[in-house]
């Protein structure tokens, strides 16, 4: 009875214990993969904060993925655990018209919606990351002519285009440098993936990581969407001491002041 009862302790000592354990392991793990900011999601994945709290980890997506492109994160990924994923310059997207990754996710994680122009898939609309361009490494920047990534691209001319510009430096040769429309580019990676230097001059980032933001208070002038921001704006006048005066007046001030110099 004695052998059984402290059997039974042990036992329950040990699963506590391990159940503590694997409490604090997960804590770390979580920790560390929400620091992480440069996950490159499937096509018509919600914001990451959305994503991760509406995605349920089926792997569904993965599965339907006929490119083997996605992956679903594993221990030592440094991703939250079970979410899909993919590495570019190991397996881009290759950009499926029926985008086969989005319609089967069943909570919508995958929002159909924004990769659909009237009511129609469009994988054009993908905004997985976006594109940047490493000018030190870029050989093309260097004058050794280049246009892989160009030519990888499948919005060539859109997202990328190459900026022809006189090699100065020769005198007799020209520059071929790939710009990238980060308002086109679907961040798919098929130009990560055909870059020829040793590690990638050209990268997909999280578009939120790559891209800066101007801020409401700045207004395209040209560009009639930002102007209509200012129809319930209102004025904020400050007034300084040298404000009190008129322009006119400040500037003869101004100028007595240096005639009597």
Not at 144 to 156: E, F, K, T, V
């Amino acid at each position: 009875m004695v052998s059984e009862r402290r059997k039974f302790i042990l036992g329950t000592a040990r699963a506590a214990g391990l159940v503590a354990l694997g409490g604090l392991v997960w804590s770390a793990y979580v920790d560390e993969v929400t620091a992480n900011s440069l996950i490159l999601r499937p096509p018509g994945a919600l914001k990451e904060e959305d994503f991760l709290s509406t995605c349920i980890k089926c792997g569904m997506c993965v599965e339907a993925c006929p490119f083997d492109t996605l992956v679903l994160a594993g221990p030592g990924d440094n991703k939250p655990l079970g979410t899909p994923f993919f590495i570019p310059r190991e397996v881009p997207c290759y950009m499926c018209p029926d985008i086969p990754c989005v319609p089967v996710c069943p909570t919508g994680a995958l929002d159909i919606a924004s990769v659909s122009t009237k009511g129609e898939l469009d994988i054009n609309k993908s905004q997985m990351g976006v594109a940047i361009v490493d000018d030190k490494n870029c050989i093309a920047f260097w004058g050794i002519q280049c246009d892989a990534c160009y030519r990888a691209c499948p919005l060539m001319d859109e997202a990328i285009s190459l900026k022809y510009e006189k090699n100065e430096r020769t005198g007799k040769h020209a520059f071929l440098k790939p710009i990238v429309n980060s308002d086109i580019c679907t961040g798919c990676g098929l130009c990560e993936r055909a870059c020829v230097t040793k590690e990638a001059a050209i990268i997909i980032l999280p578009r939120e990581v790559a891209l800066g933001a101007v801020g409401d208070h700045y207004i395209k002038g040209w560009d009639k969407a930002a102007e209509s921001r200012l129809e319930n704006a209102k004025a904020i006048n400050t007034k300084t001491e040298l404000s009190k005066e008129s322009a006119m007046d400040s500037l003869n001030s101004g100028l007595e002041g240096l005639l009597d110099d």
